[in-house]
């Protein structure tokens, strides 16, 4: 059975306290690894979409990396307004659907 | 990327009443889903929704208590049928996008409160 399961539950930081994010995933022909960002009361906001092993892409503060079986967020030097939650969502093979995890939730002190 | 937009953003009913939750994208997309996020959970599909077809449910979700209309490329409707205060949620409206490496982009959701 497919599955996605992210790390830590939440996670608190100071401001400029790098860290990373996990997300460890079973999924029968990885078609796509999805990163969104979820503030109180909206809807997901994409960042990333990783599609195979090795592959990296970023966005500002944001870096994610992408293995055979899991997938990590790195901030660095966060500042208060990173703080949301993060999740990760698979697609598999031919699926259309995608799976999420619990998702992370990052809090950044000032 | 693609604009989506739901209607109504929030609202609070009573139980056995329903609420039809539309959802509209800025172009046209041949799929849409529609997620359920439960207080301090994560994303559940409900149901995926395509033009000229009946939607197709996830298991535990079944069409009489919510049924979904596709009229066409750009719009979408979820009724939540009969509420009672288990139905307490935030709905989601998402679409495919972005030709073959396509991403799913989400709605503002829809806060629904059922006393």
């Known amino acids: 059975e497919d599955q996605v399961t992210q790390s830590p539950e939440a996670l608190r930081l100071q401001e400029g306290e790098s860290s990373s994010l996990n997300c460890s995933y079973t999924?029968?022909?990885?078609?796509?690894l999805f990163w969104y960002r979820q503030d109180p009361g909206k809807g997901p906001e994409f960042l990333f979409t990783?599609?195979?092993a090795g592959e990296e892409k970023e966005k500002e503060r944001l870096k994610a990396t992408l293995t055979k079986k899991e997938s990590f967020l790195h901030i660095t030097a966060p500042k208060p307004e990173d703080s949301a939650t993060y999740l990760c969502?698979?697609?598999?093979?031919?699926?259309?659907?995608?799976?999420f995890g619990s998702g992370t939730r990052l809090s950044i002190r000032p | 990327s693609a604009v989506i937009s739901q209607k109504p953003s929030r609202d609070i009913c009573q139980r056995g009443t329903s609420l039809t939750i539309q959802c509209q994208v800025d172009?046209?997309?041949?799929?849409m889903f529609w997620y359920r996020q439960q207080p301090g959970q994560s994303l559940t599909l409900i149901a995926t929704?395509?033009?000229?077809?009946?939607?197709?449910?996830e298991s535990g979700f079944v069409i009489d208590k919510f049924p979904i209309s596709r009229p066409n490329l750009t719009f979408s409707t979820l009724t939540v049928s009969n509420m009672s205060p288990e139905d307490s949620s935030i709905y989601l409206c998402?679409?495919?996008?972005?030709?073959?490496?396509?991403?799913?982009?989400f709605g503002p959701g829809t806060r629904l409160l059922v006393l």
């Open positions: 998402s679409v495919a996008a972005g030709g073959p490496q396509e991403t799913q982009y």
């Open positions: 999924v029968s022909g990885l078609r796509g």
């Open positions: 990783l599609y195979s």
């Open positions: 969502a698979v697609q598999a093979g031919h699926a259309s659907k995608i799976i």
């Open positions: 172009s046209q997309v041949t799929m």
């Open positions: 929704a395509n033009q000229g077809s009946e939607a197709t449910y």
